[in-house]
């Protein structure tokens, strides 16, 4: 009798702990989809895309009047992509010299920042497919005729963003760079007579002429058209292989060109 019920009970508990492993793997592979399906892109908050922008780039993003909502060119390229992956988005805002670090650090999922392509960052980002497609320009104040070519830039100075693209094209032309935040501030100080030009994208300049239409100031001379699009870590190729499908959708419903017509009356995608 006693041998009868060792045996029972040897059976039954291992019973139970066939029962239980059986639990606990079916327990593991269930949080483990729920995990990848929840987060296939690997994003700083599940079901979020985290944005990083600066708020303070007039007309791609930026608050009218410096008050408000986020609003802008970039800010609505990256919600329309956000609605087409089904995320919710969050954005980070964060001055320019800061928003290479921060993705770098993970706290963003990607940058929405008028962001050109340049081989220096494909060594270092991946990119999705541009969605603006401008020249940059030199801007100088009405009547300057010293400044005809970014040639003309040398061993003048001008009023760049140290980690812009266009303080790289500013310093490849041999000027002295005062270190400024963004355009806003670059402009002052050319209006000022302080600084004799800034190097910018032709969009901007051409909205700041729209809304400030007495403005004194001329496009000197440009480039051929960069390019600019998100930016992201190199180990987010799933998320750019999604982002590049939802631009490709908004490119062929027009919404992009409706953006652009919005913004700077006209297609700027292409």
């Known amino acids: 009798m006693s041998r009868a019920r060792t045996l029972l009970g040897l059976a039954a508990a291992s019973l ?68 087409k992956l089904g995320l919710e988005i ?39 497919t541009p969605y603006t497609v401008s020249p940059s320009v030199v801007v100088v104040n009405e009547g300057d005729t010293s400044i005809t070519s970014f040639d003309d830039l040398a061993g003048k100075t001008t009023a760049q963003s140290l980690t812009s693209n266009f303080y790289q094209l500013a310093v490849d032309a041999g000027a002295n760079v005062e270190a400024v935040e963004g355009w806003a501030q670059a402009v002052a100080l050319l209006e000022q007579g302080r600084v004799d030009a800034t190097v910018n994208d032709k969009l901007t300049y051409l909205d700041y ?40 959708e908004l490119r062929e419903e027009g919404v992009l060109a409706e953006l652009g017509e919005k913004y700077f009356g006209e297609d700027v995608s292409q």
């Open 16 to 83: 139970a702990v066939v029962a239980l492993a059986a639990c606990s793997s079916g327990t593991a592979n269930d949080s483990g989809a729920e995990a990848s399906g929840d987060n296939e892109f690997g994003l700083v908050k599940a079901g979020t895309l985290t944005v990083a922008t600066e708020g303070t780039y007039k007309p791609f993003t930026y608050h009218e009047g410096g008050a408000g909502e986020l609003i802008g060119y970039d800010v609505e390229v990256a919600e329309a992509v956000a609605e």
């Open 90 to 128: 969050a954005f980070e805002e964060t001055q320019w010299d800061a928003i290479f670090a921060g993705l770098d650090a993970g706290r963003f999922d990607v940058i929405a920042n008028q962001v050109s392509i340049n081989p220096e960052r494909e060594e270092s980002y991946l990119f999705s």
């Open 209 to 248: 002429i729209k809304q400030t239409p007495d403005a004194k100031l001329a496009v000197a001379a440009e480039t051929d058209p960069s390019k600019s699009a998100l930016t992201f870590t190199k180990d987010k190729t799933a998320l750019v292989k999604a982002v590049d499908e939802a631009l490709a």
